[in-house]
């Protein structure tokens, strides 16, 4: 399931653009805290990609994550699928520092 699934979350990723993403990821680096940082490194750590699954994070903390969301004023019905699901798991591990931010400015770019 980790390369499938890896490659289904690298896809779903670039079906959104940066100006789409800036606020998503803005409000998430405020939102989650360094516990739940470590936790979601630890995470991926012991589990690969699958880690949100492997100790039910996508159940549990992961639910938190799409509610506060959808509470922040980003409904599910602005996303390509139409549900947090497919997106946030990507968005807390560019956060977390596990992939990188496709909205950073490229190395060498000047604004």
Do not use: C
């Amino acid at each position: 399931m980790s390369e499938a699934f890896s490659a289904l979350m690298n896809r779903r990723l670039t079906e959104l653009p940066a100006e789409q993403l800036r606020p998503y990821l803005t409000f998430l680096r405020t939102w989650l805290r360094a516990p739940q940082l470590e936790y979601i490194r630890q995470a991926h750590a012991d589990h690969g990609a699958d880690w949100p699954f492997k100790d039910r994070y996508h159940v549990t903390q992961g639910r938190g994550v799409r509610e506060a969301l959808r509470e922040a004023g980003y409904p599910d019905a602005e996303l390509p699928t139409g549900s947090w699901d497919d997106y946030y798991i990507q968005l807390v591990e560019i956060v977390a520092g596990l992939r990188p931010d496709p909205t950073a400015p490229a190395a060498g770019a000047h604004p």
